[in-house]
């Protein structure tokens, strides 16, 4: 595991990364996450998977406390978001389908904003390393407004993982990434998981990332439909859990 | 990061995005000068005294300018939903709110640096109050009015027509800053000595910290989903 320069204790750590008791989630008449039981252990890899509408941007942006649940408990690395709120959120990195990034501000700019607003000890250093992750150093001084989709989309993965989060919240996280960028990200993201932290990775694509997953959620219609680790999931089970089909199909592989 | 340094970089990044774009610096500026000009058509100078008419012309010029600051500023951190990546940094919210106040403020003083010399010569007025005393006057009711004016900004914009419902809710909102504003500029135009108005002064500073008060303890729920 890399150091951390924040001086908060490393991502592995006796209690669960997150921890949900009925966590619910409505908004007006509309459930969009009905209650949830989920522990996830510090250092795991999970993969949530469901089809437009079932919840999963809804329950990673309670996860990162952008939003209150309805209902029920939520437990960060064993604290209620509500005890030191700052201190939580400076373990959280966060990927949304908006990208955070000022269209006027350049891309090291953008990354320095970043940097300073979470106190890293570096701001300069780290913004320059992450531009070089991004792919990004021959366009730094560009404003972001001028960067294609997917140059945006990389910029903005680098913001989200620029403080060194312990607890990464990625919704959707290849949109517009050619193949290239894809396979950086993936690069990436199998070094984080080396690394001992903890991922929720919402995405569409689970042929990508399912080989690299500890374990996969599915939610349909804010239930979870499917709830196993990674190794005992069939693809064709996913494909017939977000075609539809009932739970508890003839899928299951042996592990 | 300490309180005061996030207060100061979300309101440095607010100046750097306008200097750069400069979205706001034309507009507030064009508008305020045209309210002037209309103003300086509808009555005439020469025969009403600029004391009288001017305060009021002036404020309506800022307060009116300002709401257009206050507009752009939250509509810009809800674009990409930017707004988001502020809350989820660990900062206090407040100073989020802080800096937020601070930059339009820097704005609307901007337009009030321009805007004042130009409304002395078009409307040939002879000043002949303490300046410190103006600038304090003015600067302590743009820092009213953008208190309010923000906190209202961050509630409205999340809503549909939020550009609509700000002015709703904040000329009620701003009416004893607006009328001690008028008052005191009036008074201090007109040279009259500090105790004649020192009390709609003592309005303005209690107004200021009341709102600046509650908008910092509330600014957290103000932002909540």
Known sequence: ?255 | MSYWRAVLLVAGKDLRIELRSREQAVTLLFFALLVLVVFNFAFDFTIIDFVTLGPGVLWVAFMFSGVLALNRSFQNEREQDRIQGILLAPIDRSAFYLGKVAATVLFMAAVEAVLVPIAVVMFNFRFSGRIALVIAALALNTVGFAAVGTLFSAMTTRTRRGDLLLPLLLFPAAVPVALAAVKTTSHLLAGHPFARYASWIALSAAYDLIFLAAAVLLFDQVLEE
């Open chain 1, 1 to 255: 595991m890399s150091p951390d320069p924040r001086g908060h204790p490393g991502p592995q750590g006796a209690s669960p990364a997150i921890e949900t008791r009925g966590l619910a989630r409505r908004f007006g008449a509309v459930g969009a996450l009905e209650p949830l039981e989920l522990t996830v252990p510090a250092g795991e890899s999970v993969l949530l998977l469901g089809p437009n509408g079932a919840g999963k941007s809804t329950l990673l942006r309670l996860l990162a406390t952008l939003l209150r649940p309805t209902s029920g408990s939520l437990r960060l690395f064993g604290e209620p978001p509500a005890s030191g709120e700052a201190v939580l959120r400076r373990r959280i990195g966060f990927l949304s389908h908006q990208t955070f990034l000022y269209d006027h501000l350049t891309a090291r700019e953008n990354l320095l904003f970043y940097g300073r607003l979470y106190g890293l000890a570096d701001p300069g250093g780290a913004a320059e390393e992450a531009v070089r992750a991004a792919r990004l150093d021959h366009r730094g001084d560009d404003p972001v407004g001028t960067f294609s989709r997917g140059m945006q989309q990389r910029l903005a993965i680098a913001r989200s993982l620029l403080h060194r989060p312990d607890l990464l919240l990625l919704d959707e996280p290849f949109t517009g990434l050619d193949r290239e960028s894809s396979r950086h990200l993936e690069a990436r993201l199998h070094e984080e998981h080396a690394a001992g932290r903890t991922s929720v990775i919402a995405t569409h694509d689970h042929g990508r990332s399912l080989g690299a997953s500890d374990r996969v959620l599915l939610l349909r219609s804010g239930v979870v439909a499917l709830d196993r680790k990674a190794r005992e999931v069939e693809p064709r089970e996913i494909e017939a859990l977000l075609e539809g089909a009932p739970p508890g199909g003839p899928f299951r592989r042996r592990s």
